[in-house]
Antibody, heavy 123, light 108 residues
Framework: QLQLQESGPGLVKPSETLSLTCTVSGGSISSRSYYWGWIRQPPGKGLEWIGSIFYSGSTYYNPSLKSRVTISVDTSENQFSLILSSVTAADTAVYYC???????????????WGRGTLVTVSS | DIQMTQSPSTLSASVGDRVTITCRASQSISRWLAWYQQKPGKAPRLLIYKASTLESEVPSRFSGSGSGTEFTLTISSLHPDDFASYYCQQYNSYSPYTFGQGTNLEIK
């Protein structure tokens, strides 16, 4: 069964760069049937989509974060990564990686999620 | 952005009750709506996609309906395991994908 696992530092200083990796196991990230994405959830709050990537490297970003976000894919390692620059306390959140599926419709929803990792922005 | 508004924000109910959560979109999203369940400290779990299609292994007491701008999630008879938060999400437009603010379903 396919699983996703986030990894990366749990503490980042203000103005620095947040970097997370999602490792996909039990299946290939190079499947044409899926996109891969990042979503975050500040403590006690709702969900915010950050961006998504196809195995080919094609990306879509949330316009509200686009200037600070880069998502990349490493098919040889079966991983995809998130970089968020110039972080502030407002970027403190649980960060989830997820798989997007379209059931053949070309409209993509999140069908499988990682367990999430808490990133705190603090000096 | 397409705004998604859920109601109520909090719902108190008892085991065995039938409950309905509403999600409204700020513009038409056809049927491109998903529902997720989230328990404390856990990742969201997909329940329903395309407004009414039940994800594999999701109990049949969950159902979804609606199209355009108004959608509902119904649990026909609450089980103890159903007390959680529920989120709707539109995927009609990826610029950006947006979620409702969530509904906390709590035990009365």
């Amino acid at each position: 069964q396919l699983q996703l696992q986030e990894s990366g530092p749990g503490l980042v200083k203000p103005s620095e760069t947040l970097s997370l990796t999602c490792t996909v196991s039990g299946g290939s990230i190079s499947s044409r049937s899926y996109y891969w994405g990042w979503i975050r959830q500040p403590p006690g709050k709702g969900l915010e989509w950050i961006g998504s990537i196809f195995y080919s490297g094609s990306t879509y970003y949330n316009p509200s974060l686009k200037s600070r976000v880069t998502i990349s894919v490493d098919t040889s390692e079966n991983q995809f990564s998130l970089i968020l620059s110039s972080v502030t306390a407002a970027d403190t959140a649980v960060y989830y990686c997820a798989r997007l599926c379209d059931s053949g419709t070309n409209y993509w929803y999140f069908d499988l999620w990682g367990r999430g990792t808490l990133v705190t922005v603090s000096s | 952005d397409i705004q998604m508004t859920q109601s109520p924000s909090t719902l108190s109910a008892s085991v065995g009750d039938r409950v309905t959560i509403t999600c409204r979109a700020s513009q038409s999203i056809s049927r491109w709506l998903a529902w997720y369940q989230q328990k404390p400290g856990k990742a969201p779990r997909l329940l329903i996609y395309k407004a009414s299609t039940l994800e594999s292994e999701v109990p049949s007491r969950f159902s979804g309906s609606g199209s355009g701008t108004e959608f509902t999630l119904t649990i026909s008879s609450l089980h103890p395991d159903d007390f959680a938060s529920y989120y709707c999400q539109q995927y009609n437009s990826y610029s950006p994908y947006t979620f409702g603010q969530g509904t906390n379903l709590e035990i009365k």
